[in-house]
């Protein structure tokens, strides 16, 4: 039925665009900017990893809200069908943390990423993604959205708004996202042209191409051997070495060196460039700042748990809530991401003490939320459910164990 899946020897538009270079987004170094080639820039690959990995890391859960007043208490619907398939298993040959690591990473770096929903009953039984390049989105007059899908077999077909689950990174129409590639083209572009020059430089045994001059004019059968002796001696394989010159002959290179281009500081720039089009913490990409310290290190993977992977958490969230729950009062879908938000035990312990009420203020959680918090079964006893009265609050009578 969803032949679109199985992409065998069938290239997409981009594909083609990177084996050929006639199409795709042209950048200032001459070289076209698509999907498929920008991730071979390593800080490209390592962004949208990280953004993809991050997401896909914590667990997945949806939640029963219940409400006594102001007052909401949540709990885990674990035998809730969107609960199973989100968590455990949203296809056939995915696991929760593949699904959701494909969605994002397409969708960080591409225009979005969708899935085909297969219900049954009013249930969503599988999520089927579509490989990128082989969909796209139109507004149709009434406002509603329409998805072109292409099948393998050339034809195509269309999903209305509520078959898919669609996931996408900010938008200027409102409808269709805006690739990240496509807007950091010339950052990307100029990475993958020096990457080019260094690695022609490898190529050649890191030795520059020149001219040999003699003042003196030479026949045809000593030029020919000149060539044939330096290309042996100092050429690809050649051995290298110290070239001596006689006969007024001089030697004038032809390439710039990687100091004289300043090779190293460029590309070192280029992958700020890049963490900055993907919002992403240079640090997050494996570029080492010496002025780092480790203090200033967990601040850094802080700042880019709150402003570069909670706002694909929010969006993951509210789109599966949009597209798989369909707005179902009463449920949400929630990524715990707790877990990459705590410190070492020091600073946990430090923290839930002052939770249960260190220092004579009242508590604001109680045991067994201390508990099931730090991943520990709760206690039985009536007290381990009670907010502790703290020092400063006497006239609170405390629990009594029965």
Known sequence: MFGFLRKSATYTVDQLAGFAGWIGWASASGLSVTSHNAVDV????????????????VPVRILQDTYNGDERTSAVAREHWAHKLLSVKPNGWQTSFEF?????????IGRGAIAIKNVVNGEVRELLPVPAGSWTVEQMPDWSLRFRVDYVDKTHGYFTRDQVFYLRGPSLDGFDGLPAIRQAREAIGLSRALERQQAKL????????GVLSFKNKLGAETKKA????????FGINGEG???ILD???SFQSMTM???????????????????RAFRVQPIMLMQQDKAATFGSAEQMFRVHLTHTLMPWFVRFEEAAARDILSGVAGYRVDLEERGLARGDFKDQADYYTKALGAGGQPGWMTPNEVRIDAGLPPDPAAWANVLPRGAMNPTAEPVKDE
Do not use: Y
Request: glycine share 10%; aromatic share 6%; net charge negative.
């Open 202 to 209: 490898a190529g050649n045994g890191g030795k520059p191409s």
């Open 100 to 108: 959701r690591e494909g969605m994002v990473f397409n969708a960080v």
């Open 42 to 57: 390593p800080a490209v690959f390592c962004a949208a990893r990280v953004i993809a990995e991050g997401v896909a890391q």
């Open 226 to 233: 000149l060539q044939e002796t330096w290309q042996q001696k």
């Open 241 to 243: 070495g110290i070239a």
């Open 247 to 249: 006969g007024d002959a």
């Open 257 to 275: 060196t990687s100091v004289d281009a300043q090779h190293m500081e460029t590309r070192r720039f280029q992958i700020e460039e890049i963490a």
